[in-house]
């Protein structure tokens, strides 16, 4: 018995893989960059090569000071290299936190899909918008303007968004190798979330009281990273022992 003709148009427009389900896994399954494979290992490499390139362009931020400056300390501390200097430390810490939790995040995946790997680019393309806020928070000359403060905590929290986005993604695309439990996920979500909420509420700090106060609110990590580090980990190992 011959198809109608709707039939047959449906069937050319869903494509091969309405008839063939197995060419359409196959597409699938060769989208999917599987953690033996050598795609996987350059995709990795791909990463770990943008974030150096990132904290490779943060020493363009800094300005090499007169001949003059470098006869007297006075003068090389009113050339603006020290405060320049301080932001290429804070932006380098920033990037290197980024890629050691880049890191972290990958190793905890059995393979990368195409949706995981949009988000982890994303993710890097935040980063590499690093440098270029750096200059505004780091510049004598702009450092105080509130909008250098806001638009450098922006650019912190779209990078951390972007990295647990990517993470969900594969999370949902059931590609962890030893998959959370519920209570340990909170966990972590909460951890991963700490740094981009201090970020945001820098932001209408430094609006209303100045860029100054916005940066300073930024110390509070020193202490409140390390703290939620260790409540996520503790409830990890509580799931763990269960």
Same mark, same amino acid.
């Given at each position: 018995m011959e198809q109608r003709p709707d039939r047959q148009q449906a069937a050319r427009a869903a494509g091969p893989e309405a008839s063939n389900p197995k060419a359409g896994d196959a597409a699938r399954s060769a989208a999917v960059l599987a953690r033996e494979s050598s795609e996987f290992d350059r995709g990795l490499s791909f990463y770990d090569v943008i974030y150096g390139f990132a904290i490779t362009l943060l020493v363009?931020?800094?300005?090499?000071?007169?001949?003059?400056a470098w006869q007297d300390p006075r003068l090389l501390?009113?050339?603006?290299?020290?405060?320049?200097?301080?932001?290429?430390?804070?932006?380098?810490?920033?990037?290197a936190v980024f890629w050691r939790m880049n890191l972290r995040l990958i190793k905890r995946l059995s393979a990368l899909d195409s949706a995981t790997t949009t988000a982890n680019l994303l993710a890097a393309a935040f980063v590499i918008l690093i440098p270029f806020t750096t200059q505004g928070v780091s510049d004598p000359e702009t450092s105080s303007f509130?909008?250098?403060? /806001? %638009?450098?905590?922006?650019?912190? $929290? =779209? +990078?951390?968004?972007? #990295?647990?986005?990517?993470?969900?993604?594969?999370?949902?695309?059931?590609?962890?190798?030893?998959?959370?439990?519920?209570?340990?996920?909170?966990?972590?979500?909460?951890?991963?979330?700490?740094?981009?909420?201090?970020?945001?509420?820098?932001?209408?700090?430094?609006?209303?009281?100045?860029?100054?106060?916005?940066?300073?609110?930024?110390?509070?990590?020193? /202490? %409140?990273?390390?703290?939620?580090? $260790? =409540? +996520?980990?503790?409830? #990890?190992?509580?799931?763990?022992?269960?």
């Open positions: 363009t931020n800094i300005d090499a000071p007169s001949a003059q501390l009113e050339s603006g290299v020290v405060h320049q200097l301080a932001g290429f430390a804070l932006s380098f810490a920033v990037i509130e909008l250098t403060t /806001v %638009l450098y905590a922006a650019n912190i $929290i =779209l +990078a951390s968004l972007a #990295q647990l986005l990517m993470y969900e993604i594969a999370r949902r695309h059931g590609l962890e190798i030893d998959p959370m439990t519920p209570r340990h996920h909170a966990a972590f979500v909460l951890d991963f979330l700490v740094p981009p909420l201090i970020f945001a509420v820098s932001i209408p700090i430094a609006l209303a009281a100045g860029g100054t106060a916005g940066k300073i609110t930024w110390a509070s990590l020193i /202490v %409140l990273g390390p703290l939620s580090g $260790i =409540l +996520a980990t503790r409830v #990890q190992q509580s799931t763990t022992v269960r």
